[in-house]
Antibody
Framework: EGQLVESGGGLVQPGGSLRLSCAAS????????MHWVRQSPGKGLEWVSG????????HYADSVKARFTVSRDNSKNTLYLQINSLRDDDTAVYYC???????????????WGQGTVVTVSS | DIQMTQSPSTLAASVGDRVTITCRAS??????LAWHQQKPGKAPTLLIY???TLQSGVPSRFSGSGSGTEFTLTISSLQPDDSATYYC?????????FGGGTKVQIK
């Protein structure tokens, strides 16, 4: 099944940057698409970004396009999310998730990390 | 983007009750629907995928049904451990989108 552990969250000023990491273990990381999903305080779940397994194709929510960059290092079993130009409404718990079941276009998330908290505030 | 609408947003039921949550998609998503459970302060966990297939380890009191634009999650006999928020999620096409959630409370 697998395990995912996020890190890199913290308190950052508006306009600042952070790089989130997600360390994967107990599964063959290189063969699975991976995603980031966030949850603002007291709110629901919002998909943020995804990256393919082999082709590395990337996808972004419109709300983060051009500010966030997803990447992966299959040699280190690690997923990344570079977040720039942070805004107040980016404050959230950021989860990484393993895509286990797909439609051929997109997928759903069979394993979730515990999340890392990003707080944007001056 | 495909909009997912859940109802009700909250419900309270007694242990042993049958509970049903509805999820509607703004477009036909065929059977590409998942249900996730989230307990307070915890990460979500996958309950059901492909509308009706139980994820490994999920109790059989959970079931899912539907196709196209209308889906349901049913808990056949509510247990105290089922107190949580439930989210539907479509994965027919990008971007994957979630419903607003249904908070299930035990009376």
């Amino acid at each position: 099944e697998g395990q995912l552990v996020e890190s890199g969250g913290g308190l950052v000023q508006p306009g600042g940057s952070l790089r989130l990491s997600c360390a994967a273990s107990r599964f063959t990381f290189s063969t699975y698409p991976m995603h980031w999903v966030r949850q603002s305080p007291g709110k629901g779940l919002e998909w943020v970004s995804g990256i393919g397994a082999s082709d590395g194709a990337t996808h972004y929510a419109d709300s983060v396009k051009a500010r966030f960059t997803v990447s992966r290092d299959n040699s280190k079993n690690t997923l990344y999310l570079q977040i720039n130009s942070l805004r107040d409404d980016d404050t959230a718990v950021y989860y990484c998730a393993k895509e286990e079941y797909g439609s051929g276009n997109c997928g759903t998330f069979g394993v979730w990390g515990q999340g890392t908290v990003v707080t944007v505030s001056s | 983007d495909i909009q997912m609408t859940q109802s009700p947003s909250t419900l309270a039921a007694s242990v042993g009750d049958r509970v049903t949550i509805t999820c509607r998609a703004s477009q036909d998503i065929r059977g590409w629907l998942a249900w996730h459970q989230q307990k307070p302060g915890k990460a979500p966990t996958l309950l059901i995928y492909e509308a009706s297939t139980l994820q490994s380890g999920v109790p059989s009191r959970f079931s899912g049904s539907g196709s196209g634009t209308e889906f349901t999650l049913t808990i056949s006999s509510l247990q105290p451990d089922d107190s949580a928020t439930y989210y539907c999620q479509q994965y027919d096409r990008y971007p994957p989108t979630f419903g607003g959630g249904t908070k299930v409370q035990i009376k």
